[in-house]
């Protein structure tokens, strides 16, 4: 099963990706936590591409297509895969494409996670992330077991360095152009299904399971 989750910063992508990929025994693979890994280690591409995350800008598409391809080709993504964060401007779509097509292959479902630019910005204040597994929390609606630790692997959780307001503003506005003509992209390839992102996390788990079984 190869699934896309499609949706702006702090909609709940990861959110849902996670429960997801656990329910199918696939693999979740967001682009944001796989740069952050690479900031974190300090390699030559989370160097890179920290300096467009932290203003709030897409990393560019060779980069991105470069750390993609590479865990795409790993063996855990022969059965399927959620992406999570990619593609993210239509070119990395037509990339995704391009590579599907030639093993034969393609994507089934793109999943679209609609919340509205307000409930985003008082979403991503109270989010608390873990960085060694990239579960995310939040101080209201989704508290960890023991205050400021990850319930999954025991790790601090942090507020991510690009969820300072200013930077989610331009997040959204990079989201709105940028990224969300892939919603007509995958519509016109019939593989677009809509939910709204704005009840409780169960319900939208719920009504994600409903379209793919
Ligand atoms: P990335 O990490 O992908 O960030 P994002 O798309 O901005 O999305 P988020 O991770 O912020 O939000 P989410 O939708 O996963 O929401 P979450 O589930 O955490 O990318 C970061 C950066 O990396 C980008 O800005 C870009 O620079 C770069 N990048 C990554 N991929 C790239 C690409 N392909 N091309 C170019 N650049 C790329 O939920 C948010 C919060 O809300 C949490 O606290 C959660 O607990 C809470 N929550 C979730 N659902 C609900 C609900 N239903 N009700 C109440 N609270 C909820
Ligand atoms: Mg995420």
């Known amino acids: 099963m190869k699934i896309v989750m499609l949706g702006a910063p702090g909609a709940g992508k990861g959110t849902q990706a996670k429960k997801i990929a656990s329910n199918f025994g696939i693999p979740h693979i967001s682009t944001g936590d796989l740069f952050r890994v690479n900031i974190k280690n300090e390699t030559a591409l989370g160097k890179k591409a920290k300096v467009y995350i932290d203003q709030g800008f897409l990393v560019p598409d060779d980069l991105v297509l470069e750390l993609i391809e590479e865990r795409l080709g790993m063996a855990d993504c022969k059965e399927g895969y959620v992406l ?3 593609p993210r401007t239509i070119p990395q779509a037509k990339a995704l494409d391009h590579t599907l097509n030639n093993k034969n292959d393609k994507l089934e479902y793109t999943i679209e996670v609609d919340v509205p630019d307000e409930v985003i910005i008082d979403r991503m204040a109270g989010r608390r992330a873990c960085l060694s597994c990239g579960r995310t929390y939040h101080l209201e609606t989704l508290r960890p077991k023991a205050e400021g630790i990850c319930d999954f692997c025991g790790s601090f959780l942090i507020l991510r360095d690009d969820d300072k307001p200013e930077t989610v503003m331009k997040r ?10 892939l919603i007509d992209y995958y519509r016109e390839r019939g593989i677009l299904h809509t939910v709204d992102g704005t009840g409780e996390i169960e319900m939208i788990y719920q009504e994600i399971i409903n379209i793919l079984v």
């Open 84 to 86: 999570d964060g990619f």
């Open 172 to 181: 959204l506005e990079v989201y709105h152009k940028q990224t969300q003509p």
